[in-house]
């Protein structure tokens, strides 16, 4: 089993920026695709970004490229997720998610196995 601790949420201002982090314990997740997913009250959970394996194939959704940034330390059994410039609809609670398999369905939450219990980011305008 794995257990995923996110951390790092907050209140900012537009334009300003938040660094979360992810501290996995259990086993090692430097082999697995991590993951993080957000959720606004009302809608569904969205992919964020992914990290996929331990080679850094990373990717995005198309809203937050070019602002957030997902890395991880395998040392330390984390992972992040560097966001700057923030926008009002950056705002939801931020999940971080593990897949063993590395799966090509990376965007879809069903893939990941390990969630962790989220942090809520909110960003004023």
């Known amino acids: 089993q794995v257990q995923l601790v996110e951390s790092g949420g907050g209140l900012v201002q537009a334009g300003g920026s938040l660094r979360l982090s992810c501290a996995a314990s259990g086993r090692t997740v430097s082999t697995y695709s991590m993951a993080w997913f957000r959720q606004a009250p009302g809608k569904e959970r969205e992919f964020v970004a992914c990290l996929r394996w331990s080679v850094g194939h990373t990717h995005y959704a198309d809203s937050v490229k070019g602002r957030f940034t997902i890395s991880r330390d395998n040392a330390k059994n984390t992972v992040y997720l560097q966001m700057n410039s923030l926008k009002p609809e950056d705002t939801g609670v931020y999940y971080c998610?593990?897949?063993?398999?590395?799966?090509?369905?990376?965007?879809?939450?069903?893939?990941?196995?390990?969630w962790g219990q989220g942090t809520q980011v909110t960003v004023s305008s």
């Open positions: 998610a593990a897949d063993p398999t590395g799966s090509y369905s990376y965007t879809r939450p069903s893939e990941y196995d390990y």
